[in-house]
């Protein structure tokens, strides 16, 4: 299928790796130029080349914490008014509630919710003004069902799912569409790390612990990057206009309800 997006230009935060580099590499797939965030240099590099030399498109590396101020500033800066722009960041740490004070709060919340809201706030305006642009945000299933041990990453992505129900219907009008994807268990580092704690809790290996984990989703596997960006680039595609303000799980059946 077409997307209708060759030529347009993208903001992918957070994507050298994982579920971002998914959805970097298939907007380049449909023709889409990208400037493309991470914190290292060097897989931004690596990544941002595969891009260019398998799609052809134009790729502007920007290596900054897209959390900070500073590298906020930096990536908006380089990427000028872009006509889509997907928002992502490393996600918190798991613990139990008791853990966590208000500085980690601070922190989640600095991450999953307000990065995003403050880069809508900065590049939607000029997507107003031209009356077409596309916001995909990267939370997580934990939206519709809460996983108790992300507690921070529960918080911070309710409040950004709160902002985008309002936000993305008062662009609309505008030709504007904000919506936001659910990731449920994808093969990525993250997926890794989180993996490698319960394998150490347990006292298992680590195949162990993506096996039962695998075992608990009814696709009885992880999803992929590249099943996660493609729906990202169809969220972006001039036939999703009609798509606002949506919460869209991906997450091989695990979510057990039905609307
Ligand atoms: P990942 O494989 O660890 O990749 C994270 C990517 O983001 C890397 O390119 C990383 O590069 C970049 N990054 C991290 N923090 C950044 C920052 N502050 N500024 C700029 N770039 C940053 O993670 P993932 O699995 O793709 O997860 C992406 C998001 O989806 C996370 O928020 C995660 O919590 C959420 N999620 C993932 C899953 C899953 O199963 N994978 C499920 C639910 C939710 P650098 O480290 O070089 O910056």
């Known amino acids: 299928m077409d997307l209708g997006i060759r030529g347009k230009r993208a903001l992918v935060c957070a994507g050298s790796k994982g579920l971002g580099r998914g959805c970097a590499e298939a907007l380049a797939a449909a023709g889409v130029d990208l400037v493309l965030n991470a914190r290292g240099a060097e897989a931004l590099a690596e990544t941002a080349a595969a891009i260019r030399a398998a799609h052809g498109v134009a790729v502007t590396e920007v290596a900054a914490d897209i959390t900070s101020d500073t590298g906020r500033a930096q990536v908006l800066a380089a990427a000028g008014a872009v006509d889509i ?3 992502n960041a490393g996600g918190p740490p798991p613990g139990l509630w008791s853990d966590w004070g ?5 922190r989640a919340l600095d991450a999953n919710m307000l990065t995003p809201i403050a880069l809508m706030t900065a590049l939607l305006p000029a997507m107003m003004q031209r009356g077409w642009g596309r916001v995909v945000n ?3 299933q934990s939206v519709k069902a809460p996983i108790a041990q992300l507690g921070l990453s529960n918080a911070a992505r309710a409040g950004l799912t709160g902002y985008v129900a309002g936000t993305a219907r008062q662009v609309a009008p505008q030709g504007v569409t904000i919506n936001n994807l659910l990731p449920g268990i994808h093969a990525t580092d993250r997926a890794d790390a989180l993996d490698r704690g319960v394998a150490a809790a347990q006292g298992i290996t680590l195949e162990a612990a993506r096996a039962a984990r695998a075992a608990t989703i009814p696709a009885r596997r992880y999803g992929t990057a590249a099943e996660f960006g493609a729906m990202c ?8 206009g009609f798509i606002v303000g949506q919460n869209i799980l991906l997450d091989g059946g695990a979510t057990n309800s039905t609307l």
């Open 138 to 140: 990267i939370t997580s």
């Open 233 to 240: 680039a169809f969220l972006c595609s001039t036939q999703a």
């Open 85 to 87: 722009l997907v928002t």
């Open 102 to 106: 208000r500085e980690d709060f601070l």
